[in-house]
T-cell receptor
Framework: KNEVEQSPQNLTAQEGEFITINCSYSVGISALHWLQQHPGGGIVSLFMLSSGKKKHGRLIATINIQEKHSSLHITASHPRDSAVYICAVRGGATNKLIFGTGTLLAVQP | GEEVAQTPKHLVRGEGQKAKLYCAPIKGHSYVFWYQQVLKNEFKFLISFQNENVFDETGMPKERFSAKCLPNSPCSLEIQATKLEDSAVYFC???????????FGPGTRLTVL
């Protein structure tokens, strides 16, 4: 079993829909990252969370440390949101990232 | 610079040849991390540095892989005698402090034929 699990693995949505991607982890962490990887391959850091909730534009990320669970929400989804969304946790003494397997999101017009 | 820079963008090597990848962290960032992405979404941590010192090398294969971060030079990741299974995208990330956000470079796609 992976230390970081994401669901769903694939998600297709219509433009305008509200989207939720979930991440569960089994290790102790100091922070959790949500990353976005576009088809071209570049990785963009969306959020770094250690508690509570963060919002940036149409993106919202929440974390529940007790339940070892985080969610990424996209409101009013748009085709340009189509990408792979990756949850990564930072833990251990040296803060290396442990990655989930990603969620491939396709938003159709 | 303001972004993590990685060179080359693409690298093709025959099996058994050497491959050397470079990473310039964001100016002022003390920590550098190397990650390997195989099969689209499988990321593996390789090694991290605090300035020129190895910080965590628990992910580095013991054979064939080596890495350095020397003062006033880009960091490097070298693979001696590449194997087919080394084909992957290698990402470098940097952070200002150990527990800060990590910023990723564009990656180097290594193809071993």
């Amino acid at each position: 079993k992976n230390e970081v699990e994401q669901s769903p693995q694939n998600l297709t949505a219509q433009e305008g829909e509200f989207i939720t991607i979930n991440c569960s982890y089994s290790v102790g962490i100091s922070a959790l990252h949500w990353l976005q990887q576009h088809p071209g391959g570049g990785i963009v850091s969306l959020f770094m969370l250690s508690s509570g909730k963060k919002k940036h534009g149409r993106l919202i990320a929440t974390i529940n440390i007790q339940e070892k669970h985080s969610s990424l929400h996209i409101t009013a989804s748009h085709p340009r949101d189509s990408a792979v969304y990756i949850c990564a946790v930072r833990g251990g003494a040296t803060n290396k990232l442990i990655f989930g397997t990603g969620t491939l999101l396709a938003v159709q017009p | 610079g303001e972004e993590v820079a990685q060179t080359p963008k693409h690298l093709v090597r025959g099996e058994g040849q050497k491959a050397k990848l470079y990473c310039a962290p964001i100016k002022g960032h003390s920590y550098v991390f190397w990650y390997q992405q195989v099969l689209k979404n499988e990321f593996k941590f390789l090694i991290s540095f605090q300035n020129e010192n190895v910080f965590d090398e628990t992910g580095m294969p013991k054979e064939r892989f080596s890495a350095k971060c020397l003062p006033n030079s880009p960091c490097s990741l070298e693979i001696q005698a590449t194997k087919l299974e080394d084909s992957a995208v290698y990402f470098c990330a940097s952070s200002q402090l150990q527990d800060n956000e990590q910023f990723f470079g564009p990656g180097t796609r290594l193809t071993v034929l």
